[in-house]
T-cell receptor, first 116, second 113 residues
Framework: EPEVTQTPSHQVTQMGQEVILRCVPISNHLYFYWYRQILGQKVEFLVSFYNNEISEKSEIFDDQFSVERPDGSNFTLKIRSTKLEDSAMYFC??????????????FGPGTRLTVT | SQKIEQNSEALNIQEGKTATLTCNYTNYSPAYLQWYRQDPGRGPVFLLLIRENEKEKRKERLKVTFDTTLKQSLFHITASQPADSATYLCAIPGGEYGNKLVFGAGTILRVKS
């Protein structure tokens, strides 16, 4: 069964450094998302991406964040200058296969980002 | 903005019993509501989606109800097993286009043998 994959599983970085989190969504899906979950808190929406552009973003997704689909398979989240409060689990998700109108989202296993 | 409330207390039940989890939302009724399972350190896994015009949806041992009058969804696991122990998340569409999901905090279910 197709699944969303993410790399790395764990990333440790120093405050102020840039990080890139990588995702490979399910191949026939049209919508891609990034969510984050701070330890012990809710899963929070960051950004959605459709047709090679951002379709929606949250207040969390400020100028320090960017997303890109550099080729036909990868979807990346970049944090330009990490802060301590960026430490969280980051989940990539995809949805809406090209055939059908299902709305469920399929999540990857996550990347644990630790900012020191 | 839309808010979701799930019982923050963990639900402890005996194996074989039916677990019932509650999700309440404020404001407008969403076009659909979804339930996900999350294990520690893992991503949410989709379980069921129920639309606003559906009263009930079933999948194997899982049943979801949707009451737009009460602004509530109930999630049932019948014949529960220790392997069902996890956090269960309720989610509804949000934002301008309804593509993003707004999640509740989740309810921890512990099934004891």
């Amino acid at each position: 069964e197709p699944e969303v994959t993410q790399t790395p599983s764990h990333q440790v970085t120093q405050m102020g450094q840039e990080v890139i989190l990588r995702c490979v969504p399910i191949s026939n899906h049209l919508y891609f998302y990034w969510y984050r979950q701070i330890l012990g808190q809710k899963v929070e929406f960051l950004v959605s991406f459709y047709n090679n552009e951002i379709s929606e973003k949250s207040e969390i997704f400020d100028d320090q964040f960017s997303v890109e689909r550099p080729d036909g398979s990868n979807f990346t989240l970049k944090i330009r200058s990490t802060k301590l409060e960026d430490s969280a689990m980051y989940f990539c998700a995809s949805s809406r296969p090209t055939s059908g109108s299902s709305y469920e989202q399929y999540f990857g296993p996550g990347t644990r980002l630790t900012v020191t | 903005s839309q808010k979701i409330e799930q019982n923050s207390e963990a639900l402890n039940i005996q194996e074989g019993k039916t677990a019932t989890l509650t999700c309440n939302y404020t404001n407008y009724s969403p076009a659909y509501l979804q339930w996900y399972r999350q294990d520690p350190g893992r991503g949410p896994v989709f379980l069921l989606l129920i639309r606003e015009n559906e009263k009930e949806k079933r999948k194997e041992r899982l049943k979801v109800t949707f009451d737009t009058t009460l602004k509530q969804s109930l999630f049932h696991i019948t014949a529960s097993q220790p392997a069902d122990s996890a956090t269960y998340l309720c989610a509804i569409p949000g934002g301008e286009y309804g593509n993003k999901l707004v999640f509740g905090a989740g309810t921890i279910l512990r099934v004891k043998s």
